[in-house]
Nanobody
Framework: QVQLVESGGGLVQAGDSLRLSCVAS????????MGWFRQAPGKQRERVVT????????SYVDSVKDRFTISRDNAKNTVYLQMNSLKPEDAAVYFC????????????????????WGQGTQVTVSS
C-alpha cells in the first residue's frame, strides 16, 4: 500500500515562498494521479491543484493560479508544490493525495476521487 508523507510547511510572512514535498513509499508514483488539497480551520477541505500521471495535465484552483506550481518527479517518487507570493488566506493544513489511474492524462478534481492521503503539513502565513 502506498503511503504519502508531506513536508516543507512552516511559518512565513505574506509574500514569501514555500515548497512542499510529498514523498510516496510502498509503490510507484508514476501509476498515480496526484493532488494537493488544503483545509483551513473551520472550513471544508478544498482542492488546490491536481496533476495527471504524465504531468501534462494540471488544474489549479483560481485563487492560486500564477502563484503556485505543481510538479512531479516520478523517478524520485515525489510531488512538489511551489508556493510563491503567499497570502494569509493560503494558511491551512496542506494534504497530498493519490489515486491509481489507467489514463496518463486524466485529472481528478474532487477529494472523494482520491483514496490515499498524507498526514498533512501546516502552512501559516502572517500578515
Amino acid at each position: 500500500q502506498v503511503q504519502l508523507v508531506e513536508s516543507g510547511g512552516g511559518l512565513v510572512q505574506a509574500g514569501d515562498s514555500l515548497r512542499l514535498s510529498c514523498v510516496a513509499s510502498g509503490g510507484t508514483l508514476s501509476r498515480f494521479a496526484m493532488g494537493w488539497f488544503r483545509q483551513a480551520p473551520g472550513k471544508q477541505r478544498e482542492r488546490v491543484v491536481t496533476i495527471s500521471r504524465s504531468g501534462t495535465g494540471v488544474s489549479y484552483v483560481d485563487s492560486v493560479k500564477d502563484r503556485f506550481t505543481i510538479s512531479r518527479d516520478n523517478a524520485k517518487n515525489t510531488v512538489y508544490l511551489q508556493m510563491n507570493s503567499l497570502k494569509p488566506e493560503d494558511a491551512a493544513v496542506y494534504f497530498c493525495a493519490a489515486r491509481s489511474a489507467l489514463s496518463m492524462k486524466s485529472l481528478y478534481q474532487t477529494e472523494f476521487e482520491y483514496n490515499i492521503w498524507g498526514q498533512g503539513t501546516q502552512v501559516t502565513v502572517s500578515s
